[in-house]
């Protein structure tokens, strides 16, 4: 295909993000730009590579566009080298040379950020959330669960909303297992099914271990509110969330679930908008292999589902991550965006994926499996959805340089940050509030007190107790007829006045089992 009829399908009508200029791998021509249509990053995307080939630098060039434009921006950081989009780049004659043989006007500029970190690991405003907002099938994921153990879980969740005990934390969780399989707790699950003291056994061991990995920081209060990734600064830039995440490599399934959470809830919050010049939030996931490795039939299902239909609500998502075949055939048909940076072919399993992967690309005049290996740092094959919703023509391409810093930012620049961010201040202390541990704690002594009393007034005499237990009976009455019965009691109702529990909010589970929540 000609360089004339590349320019004309990247010359979109609409506001564009440059990727970079047509190459052929020796000559660059930077009057023939390749693009992206802003208002079609809903459509989704793919940056793929292999290590060291520049996929995190071309979301980095993505994310500064997309967030100057005047859309927020989500990055999760997994490997911290992405900090530097909050700091200038360097200027530099080697920086400058590189960016106008792009057709580049390079400026060092930085990008209005705001620094997040799981749980509060690390420098940043905390993210949290409650065991009962992320939900059965998420934690089944990050616990390794099988479908069995899963169905049971979510028979705990079940349990849970309909006797008003929140799970706020895993404490509150290991205490509604521990007493649903106590012979008081089959008792109430006759109704609606039952757990296998085996089954419980291995939840409760799983949770054990996933404690013992840090996890137990992430869940709890102030539970984060998803609607606060949708920001912008006083020039109408979209803020771009950077969410750090050190030690990655102790529990990987875990942040890469989180993240997945944190689309269920944006699906669940946000209105449905439709097409619109610009999206309301472009998500960049990366590590995105992390994701889909040793998931189970029914999280597959709900992901493939989030993806296929976030896209209505305004959000467009980028899955990061080395070849195509690590991304599932049903979520990958629906990334309408590909940047394919370079792929190595030393093995034959390393051959056959790159098979697969150039046959993911329309047709083409390249010989992909030739042009893929041979692609330099910094280059990518791309192909990207047109106005008219048709994918263009593949292009090799010269990526153009971030505007922001390709190093991380400097502690001290990212610690001034988050001093003087807001959320910061409403999401940096931890609140413990009365959820279902303290319940189940109190009712447990309650009976126990009960009991003692009841040996001890058994060794006096026979009126003695049956005047006892008359008084007893009486004061029983009067305080369920005040309560209403022990989940109404002071305590629980106190508890169910709070904001974001049962009370106060409009419960549902919809996708990934996640609540919703009506905020007011």
């Given at each position: ?7 004309n ?12 200029a047509?190459s ?6 930077a009057d023939?730009p390749?693009?992206?249509?802003l208002?079609?990053l809903?459509r989704?995307?793919l ?6 080939t ?8 993505i994310?500064?566009?997309v ?6 921006v989500f990055?999760?950081d ?6 530097g989009i909050?700091?200038p780049g360097?200027?530099s ?6 960016a ?10 930085a ?9 509060g ?7 949290r959330t409650?065991?009962c ?9 990050v616990?390794?669960?099988?479908e ?6 979510e028979?705990?969740f079940?349990?849970?909303?309909k006797?008003g005990l929140?799970?706020l934390?895993l ?12 012979s ?14 085996a089954?419980a ?13 840090g ?6 209060e ?5 609607s ?6 006083d ?5 771009i969330s ?10 990987p399934?875990?942040?890469?679930t989180?993240?997945?959470?944190l689309?269920?809830?944006?699906y669940q919050?946000?209105?449905e908008?439709?097409d619109q ?17 040793g998931a189970?039939?029914?999280?597959l ?5 989030t993806?296929r ?6 959000v ?11 991304v599932?055939a049903?979520?990958l ?6 940047v ?10 390393d051959?056959?994926a ?14 992909l ?6 692609l330099?740092?910094?280059e ?5 959805m ?8 593949v ?6 340089a971030?505007?922001s810093s390709?190093?991380?930012?400097p502690e001290?620049e ?12 409403r999401?940096?202390?931890v ?5 279902a541990y303290?319940?189940?704690n ?6 126990a007190?009960?009991t ?5 007034q ?5 009126a ?6 008359s008084?007893?009976?009486?004061k029983?009455?009067?305080?369920e007829e ?7 009691n002071p305590a629980v ?8 529990t049962?009370?106060g909010?409009e419960i549902t589970?919809s996708l990934?089992g ?6 007011y």
């Amino acid at each position: 295909m000609s360089a004339e009829e590349i320019r004309n399908a990247y010359a979109f009508a609409g506001p564009l993000i440059h990727l970079g200029a047509l190459s052929d791998g020796d000559t660059i021509e930077a009057d023939v730009p390749v693009n992206l249509a802003l208002s079609m990053l809903n459509r989704h995307g793919l940056i793929a590579g292999a290590t060291g080939t520049g996929k995190t630098k071309t979301l980095q060039v993505i994310a500064e566009q997309v967030a100057a434009a005047g859309t927020p921006v989500f990055v999760a950081d997994m490997k911290g080298d992405l900090s530097g989009i909050a700091v200038p780049g360097e200027d530099s004659e080697k920086i400058r040379d590189r960016a106008a043989k792009r057709g580049q006007e390079w400026q060092p500029r930085a990008g209005s950020s705001e620094f997040y970190t799981l749980g509060g690991q690390g420098t940043g405003t905390p993210i949290r959330t409650t065991v009962c907002d992320f939900g059965p099938v998420l934690l089944a994921k990050v616990l390794d669960l099988n479908e069995t153990q899963e169905s049971s879980l979510e028979l705990i969740f079940h349990y849970a909303d309909k006797n008003g005990l929140a799970l706020l934390d895993l404490k509150d969780l290991r205490s509604l297992i521990q007493f649903l399989t106590s012979s008081e707790g089959k008792a109430e699950l006759k109704g609606i099914g039952g757990i296998s003291s085996a089954t419980a056994g291995v939840i409760l061991r799983e949770l054990t271990a996933f404690e013992a990995s840090g996890a137990d920081v992430f869940f709890g209060e102030p539970a984060f509110d998803t609607s606060d990734l949708l920001r912008y600064d006083d020039a109408g830039h979209g803020i771009i969330s950077i969410l750090s995440l050190p030690g990655v490599a102790r529990r990987p399934e875990l942040f890469s679930t989180f993240m997945m959470w944190l689309l269920a809830d944006l699906y669940q919050d946000l209105p449905e908008v439709g097409d619109q010049p610009k999206p309301k939030l472009v998500f960049f996931f990366d590590e995105a292999h992390l994701l889909f490795k040793g998931a189970s039939k029914a999280f597959l299902n709900e992901v493939i589902q989030t993806v296929r239909l976030i896209r209505s609500k305004g959000v467009g998502i980028f899955f990061i991550t080395q070849t195509p075949k690590d991304v599932p055939a049903d979520v990958l048909a629906q990334l309408g965006n590909r940047v394919q940076h370079a792929l190595r072919a030393y093995t034959p399993d390393d051959a056959k994926a790159l098979k697969a992967t150039a046959s993911t690309f329309p047709r083409s005049d390249y010989d992909l499996v030739e042009v893929i290996p041979a692609l330099g740092t910094g280059e990518a094959v791309v192909t990207v959805m047109s106005e008219d919703g048709a994918p263009t023509p593949v292009a090799r391409t010269a990526v153009r340089a971030p505007e922001s810093s390709m190093n991380p930012a400097p502690e001290a620049e990212v610690a001034r940050i988050v001093e003087g961010s807001k959320l910061a201040k409403r999401y940096g202390e931890v609140i413990d509030r009365e959820s279902a541990y303290e319940i189940l704690n109190r009712r447990a002594s309650e009976q126990a007190s009960g009991t003692a009393t009841q040996a001890q007034q058994q060794g006096s005499g026979q009126a003695e107790t049956e005047a006892a237990t008359s008084s007893a009976r009486t004061k029983t009455a009067t305080k369920e007829e005040e309560s209403g019965g022990f989940f109404s009691n002071p305590a629980v109702r106190s508890f169910l006045r709070s904001a974001g529990t049962v009370l106060g909010r409009e419960i549902t589970r919809s996708l990934f089992g996640t609540r919703r929540r009506r905020r007011y």
